[in-house]
T-cell receptor, first 114, second 109 residues
Framework: ETGVTQTPRHLVMGMTNKKSLKCEQH?????MYWYKQSAKKPLELMFV???????ENNSVPSRFSPECPNSSHLFLHLHTLQPEDSALYLC?????????????FGPGTRLTVT | GQNIDQPTEMTATEGAIVQINCTYQ??????LFWYQQHAGEAPTFLSY??LDGLEEKGRFSSFLSRSKGYSYLLLKELQMKDSASYLC??????????WGAGTKLIIKP
């Protein structure tokens, strides 16, 4: 247990569906991150929130929409996804962004787009 | 561009020693991290190096040479549970983590 939980663990959705991924951290951290992990590829940073403010958006398509209502919760809203979006989506948190603190990861949501 | 290189896969024998290398080219350097990721699980933090030299933590050690853009993770007395992917990541001048693709380590009895 890393103190970061994600739900659901597995999700299968069609290209016309709308779904949301949820992440919660119980570590008292101020920064939260969304990553995409595809097989045999480096982790791709998608979004960064620091003290609830979005500080990074790495050219992510608009079909991915993040939401951070408070420092403990992070959502990723999904709509009209493409099959190439199938991947493991990891949430992470750290004391704050823009610093050398290590990141703590959740177990991920395995997303399959059909 | 920024780049992290590490071997795709390595195989080692239980009880032996293995060294996983990582070379990097980044815009600035604010430290290098190693993470372990078991299949289907979260990556977990192993080590952080920001100064040159060797950091030892139990059976695991991590080495850094900033002038060479090089690090390695050394695992001693290998156990079956060490079978996992090992991820190298460098924090650049903007404090953004640049990740390698990971090294899958297979331990054989």
């Amino acid at each position: 247990e890393t103190g970061v939980t994600q739900t659901p663990r597995h999700l299968v959705m069609g290209m016309t569906n709308k779904k949301s991924l949820k992440c919660e951290q119980h570590l008292g951290h101020n920064a939260m991150y969304w990553y995409k992990q595809s097989a045999k590829k480096p982790l791709e940073l998608m979004f960064v929130y620091n003290f609830k403010e979005q500080t990074e958006n790495n050219s992510v398509p608009s079909r991915f929409s993040p939401e951070c209502p408070n420092s403990s919760h992070l959502f990723l809203h999904l709509h009209t996804l493409q099959p190439e979006d199938s991947a493991l989506y990891l949430c992470a948190s750290s004391q704050e962004s823009g610093s050398s603190y290590e990141q703590y990861f959740g177990p991920g949501t395995r997303l399959t787009v059909t | 561009g920024q780049n992290i290189d590490q071997p795709t896969e390595m195989t080692a024998t239980e009880g032996a020693i293995v060294q996983i290398n990582c070379t990097y080219q980044t815009s600035g350097f604010n430290g290098l991290f190693w993470y372990q990721q078991h299949a289907g699980e979260a990556p977990t933090f192993l080590s952080y190096n920001v100064l040159d030299g060797l950091e030892e933590k139990g059976r695991f050690s991590s080495f850094l040479s900033r002038s060479k853009g090089y690090s390695y993770l050394l695992l001693k007395e290998l156990q079956m549970k060490d079978s996992a992917s090992y991820l190298c990541a460098v924090m650049d001048s903007n404090y953004q983590l640049i990740w390698g693709a990971g090294t899958k380590l297979i331990i054989k009895p």
